[in-house]
Each structure stands twice: as C-alpha cells, then as structure tokens.
C-alpha cells in the first residue's frame, strides 16, 4: 500500500512533503496527501503526530518544511482562510462561564456573520443542544462540551471541517447523532477530516484514511483496502492447554500456521491467516485430543498494527 497520494488540481487540503520540528523533537516527518470532498479519517496512536497535521492545516502552526494549502491559499498566514475553514481541538476550549448559545454566538460575532443570533441558534440545534443551549458549558459533560465545540466550528457554515478526536467523551447516541450530521454534510461538498486513534470510529465514518505513525504516512487510501493489510499482516497468538506439545503438532499441519514454539508452559503459535487460524484452533485442539484454557494474542495493539504498517 503506497503511502503517497497524488495531489490533484481540485484538491480543497495539499499536504506537500510538510515537516514540523520543535527543537530537537519532530512531530510531522515528509507528509504528503491531498483531500477532496467527503469525510477522511486521520488514524494514529497517541502522540503520532495528528494533532500537529491539524493544527498547521488549521492555518495556527507553521510547516517547518514544505507546503500546507487549503482551498488554494498557504493555510498559515492568510486570515481570509478562517471565513472558510474551522478546527475543532481536542483540548477543553470553552468559557466555562458562558452558556452554550453565549459561546457559539461568540463564534459567530467574531466572523461578522450579518445575523449572529440566528446562525448561532441553527448551530446549535444541528448538534441538538438547544435543551441545554442557555446552561453554563462549565456544568456541562464532555460529550456536551465536545458538541458544544462542533456547533461553534459550523456556526460560519465552513468548506473545510477539521477535527481532532471529535467523538471523546460521547456517549452512543451522541456519537450516532454527530456521525449522521458529518454525513450530511459531506454529502453538501464539504471536505471533513477527523482524528482518531480508535479504529472502528474511523471505519463506521469514512471510505478513506490516513494512517499516521511516528510523525510519517504509514499507509493512505481505501479504508478497505487498508483494513485488510492491517488484518492480513503476521500474528502472534499464546495458548495455554492440556497437552501443548500434542497440540503444536496439529497446528503444524494446518496452512495458516508457519511457526510454533514451547514456551514456560504455554505455547507460541504465529499465523499470517488470522480468520483460518481462528477457525483451525478449535479444531486442532479437538484432533490433538487436547483442552484450550486460554488463546491470547499479543500483537493486536494499535500501535503494534502501526508499527507493522511502517516497517512492512
């Protein structure tokens, strides 16, 4: 899988070969990609480097090195962008003293819409806030904080949607709610890119990701198409059962299974066929004559799927 995407001359975000250092740490490493409309995820692990990619597509940090374009204008240093373009951080990033329609009017003053109060009252009810719009936002939970947040970034009705772990803190339905809206308005022609490090938000959401470890693109393109080299790399799994060594010889036999080891008493099987090694377990177990006390993989952290993504 290329990590490279071509940028094309209708593209609404350019990444071109961007860097972003502080000092001696750098965050974003040679990234390149381009976005058109509809909903793109940004998937990492903590600390990849997503929120650094944000904020400099956001126009609020500057590349060390190369280009970030949006709508056709550098993203750092053209105030014009913003009536365009809105960023939901992470971070808390409301006044806890301000009501919620107090704090998305504020929004809406600051970019001169002709009839705030209007635009802000729509914001709201499309996160469907409006119950607890004139409630201080410091009694407010996070699921309410991060829609609260949503509805201050739509409140200019922007081309370009940015936002940085959306979903934390929301419950089910909030985070249904908020998944429908995103779809809505994709489907209008709005280009939305959103992080995350959790990898079924990213595939309930988008057709397309990009896949960010260490600071550098790890893999980008078909969410699909992705998920499956993500499934289909190398695991490793430890199993525990009556009779290990009986068991091994088995799994030998089986095609999804290209190494075993004896261990401390347990037994290190590694399979390239995840789903055939699932099915052939059991069914080993039961040939070898032996009982399963336990199947635990030890590669299925993200940040281990990543690191392979990299390396691969």
């Given amino acids: 899988m290329s990590a490279e995407v071509t940028a094309t001359p209708d593209a609404a975000v350019e990444v071109i070969d961007v860097s972003r250092w502080y000092g001696n740490v750098v965050a974003v490493n040679g990234i390149s990609f381009a976005l058109g409309s509809g909903i793109t995820g940004l998937l990492g692990p903590n600390g990849a480097g997503k929120t650094t990619l944000l904020n400099m597509m956001a126009g609020f940090l500057k590349p060390s090195a190369g280009d970030v374009r949006v709508l056709g204008e550098p993203a750092f240093g053209t105030p014009e962008m913003f009536r365009r373009v809105a960023l939901v951080p992470e971070r808390e990033a409301v006044y806890e003293f301000l009501t919620g329609y107090q704090f998305v009017l504020l929004s809406a003053q600051m970019h001169e819409l002709p009839d705030a109060e209007e635009a802000a009252l729509e914001a709201v009810r499309l996160v469907e806030m409006t119950d607890a719009a004139d409630r201080a936002t ?134 390239n066929e995840l789903g055939a090694f699932v099915l052939a377990a059991p069914r080993a177990a039961q040939s070898a004559g032996a009982s399963l006390f336990e199947v635990r993989p030890e590669d299925e952290s993200l940040e281990s799927v990543f690191d392979y993504l990299v390396t691969r």
């Fill in 138 to 271: 410091g009694g407010y939970s996070k699921g309410m904080k991060q829609r609260i947040k949503v509805a201050a970034a739509l409140v200019h009705d922007p081309d370009v949607l940015l936002l940085d772990e959306p979903f934390n803190g929301m419950d089910p339905r909030q985070r249904l709610q908020m998944m429908d809206l995103l779809r809505r308005m994709a489907t209008e022609g709005r280009t939305i890119l959103f992080s995350s490090h959790i990898l079924e938000e990213v595939e309930r959401l988008s057709d397309n990701v990009l896949v960010v470890v260490a600071g550098r693109l790890a893999a980008a393109g078909d969410f699909r198409a992705i998920r499956k080299l993500m499934t289909d790399r190398p695991h490793t799994f430890t199993i525990r059962s009556s009779d290990n060594r009986a068991l091994a010889k088995t799994l030998m036999a089986e095609e999804s299974v290209f190494g075993t080891e004896l261990a401390d008493g347990t037994l290190v099987v590694r399979t």
